[in-house]
T-cell receptor, first 115, second 114 residues
Framework: DTGVSQDPRHKITKRGQNVTFRCDPI?????LYWYRQTLGQGPEFLTY????????KSRLLSDRFSAERPKGSFSTLEIQRTEQGDSAMYLC?????????????FGPGTRLTVT | AQSVTQPDIHITVSEGASLELRCNYS??????LFWYVQSPGQGLQLLLK??????LVQGIKGFEAEFKRSQSSFNLRKPSVHWSDAAEYFC????????????FGKGTKLTVNP
């Protein structure tokens, strides 16, 4: 069990550019989540996948954000036309499906800085 | 709406002293509660969880938490703090019936003095 991995760990981009982050969940986990964490705050839910289906999106996820999980394994989160307000830590988490398996396991995060 | 309040933004304790971090939640049903720890620049590590049953739950690294339904609280405790416990601690409530997402508090930063 290698845990949840995220790539890149850090990304610096200029305002207006597009960025894409990748998350590889724990291999047997069906559920995958994206959260955003800004300075001094707890993580905030962005979106959720069960296998390849995106089942819920937060109102925080504007039209500039899109997430995919094409084969039910890894996921990507893309931000188009980045803004300074997008600067945050983007966390991915995964969770197995099944009774009594509610805890989520987090990756190390991708820290985005928009200049 | 579901919410979690961690009243203490920053706590400082001396190494070897006891610790209690407060957490209050608002949720209409039976809550599933979690404590996570985050070291600087890192992701979140699960310390412990409460789903049902015994209201005193044990976690990793010598931490425990007590669920008190009457007070809507889930406070985290440790009898003797180590310097390596310095980190940020987040309480979360699980929102089920759909995404099973977590709603987090704003966190409590713990500083440990030698």
């Amino acid at each position: 069990d290698t845990g949840v991995s995220q790539d890149p760990r850090h990304k610096i981009t200029k305002r207006g550019q597009n960025v894409t982050f990748r998350c590889d969940p724990i291999s047997e986990h069906n559920r995958l989540y994206w959260y955003r964490q800004t300075l001094g705050q707890g993580p905030e839910f962005l979106t959720y996948f069960q296998n390849e289906a995106q089942l819920e999106k937060s109102r925080l996820l504007s039209d500039r954000f899109s997430a995919e999980r094409p084969k039910g394994s890894f996921s990507t989160l893309e931000i188009q036309r980045t803004e300074q307000g997008d600067s945050a830590m983007y966390l991915c988490a995964s969770s197995p499906t099944g009774q009594g398996t509610y805890e989520q396991y987090f990756g190390p995060g991708t820290r985005l800085t928009v200049t | 709406a579901q919410s979690v309040t961690q009243p203490d933004i920053h706590i400082t304790v001396s190494e070897g002293a006891s610790l209690e971090l407060r957490c209050n939640y608002s949720y209409g049903a039976t809550p599933y509660l979690f404590w996570y720890v985050q070291s600087p620049g890192q992701g979140l590590q699960l310390l412990l969880k409460y789903f049902s049953g015994d209201t005193l739950v044990q976690g990793i690294k010598g931490f425990e938490a007590e669920f008190k339904r009457s007070q809507s609280s889930f406070n985290l405790r440790k009898p003797s703090v180590h310097w390596s416990d310095a980190a940020e601690y987040f309480c979360a409530v699980g929102v089920w019936g759909g995404s099973e997402k977590l709603v987090f508090g704003k966190g409590t930063k713990l500083t440990v003095n030698p």
